[in-house]
């Protein structure tokens, strides 16, 4: 190494005998690898497994009928059935989406395709709550639309239409954003060569395009679930808070936190806390088998 060579060089072309790898240089002591766990499992636990835990507990407080009866009575049965049919057309629509906007991102290139990359971004961008006015100033009865929609009896904005609106329009980012750099990943050398064998367009999605992104894709459904499940700030705008009919179960959490039925609160609270639970350990599970593939490969 040549004298006043910079340190990062010295450092690349050093040896590492004497049973000294390069691996354990770059380790950190031990002690620093223990105080770095310790502080990140104190920071999970105050401000993640507390609250959970505290959700659950108030939930139980007043006992378990007090629960059932929470979550059993017919505000709370509308409230559960209203969120499951808004996840259950929103995440497949979603899902559609995300492969088609994927698959022309990630294989072609076109004009527009930027731009494209742009829009399916700003849901992100943009507050939920906006997101929400935007389809009141759209579809309100003051809205660009409005009066159409009113003679033509068509109701969105207060209903359940524009519920599933809202909730499409701020979770469609989610599997398009896990699937785009996937496929860039992949290439398109086997499609091609698919195609040089005489397969169709067709046989090469599903049998190779879809094969290779499954647990991308399964990944990406598992968040868009819970994020549909827990939208808040765009459903309230929209919604128009009408009890038994357009409140999701966030809503109805807030509503009843607000009149002070804590108990009550917490019980449908805990039913959105065990959904993100769950979410957690299909996350968990889908890189496991996403990290035993690429190794695999």
Do not use: C
């Amino acid at each position: 190494m040549a004298v006043g060579a910079p340190l990062h060089q010295e450092i690349a072309h050093a040896p590492f005998g004497g049973g000294f790898s390069r691996t354990q240089a770059l380790e950190e002591p031990a002690l620093v690898r223990r105080v770095l766990i310790g502080l990140a499992l104190v920071f999970l636990g105050l401000f993640l497994g507390l609250p959970l835990a505290a959700v659950f507990v108030n939930a139980f407080s007043s006992g378990v009928g007090v629960f059932v009866a929470a979550i059993t009575e017919h505000d709370a049965r509308s409230a559960i059935g209203l969120t499951l049919l808004v996840a259950a057309i929103s995440v497949p629509l979603n899902t559609l989406f995300g492969v088609a906007a994927a698959w022309a991102i990630a294989k072609f290139d076109f004009r527009g395709k930027s731009t494209l990359i742009t829009l399916i971004d700003l849901p992100f961008a943009v507050s939920p709550v906006i997101s929400g006015l935007i389809f009141v100033l759209l579809f309100g009865l003051q809205g660009f639309f409005g009066r159409w929609l009113a003679e033509h009896n068509v109701r969105i904005i207060f209903a359940i239409p524009g519920i599933v609106l809202a909730t499409t329009f701020i979770t469609f980012p989610f599997v398009a954003r896990e699937l785009i750099p996937l496929m860039e990943e992949q290439g398109t050398d086997e499609e091609e060569a698919a195609v040089s064998l005489g397969a169709g367009g067709w046989q090469v999605f599903r049998r190779i395009t879809l094969s290779n992104i499954r647990f991308g894709m399964l990944f990406g459904v598992v968040l868009l679930n819970a994020r549909a499940m827990g939208e808040f700030g765009a459903v309230s705008v929209v919604s128009g808070h009408v009890r038994g009919y357009t409140n999701t179960m966030p809503l109805h959490v807030e509503i009843l936190y607000n009149e002070y039925q804590t108990s009550a609160a917490f019980a449908v609270a805990s039913l959105l806390a065990l959904l993100a639970l769950v979410t957690l350990v299909l996350k968990t599970l889908l890189e496991w088998k996403m990290r035993r593939r690429g190794a695999a490969g």
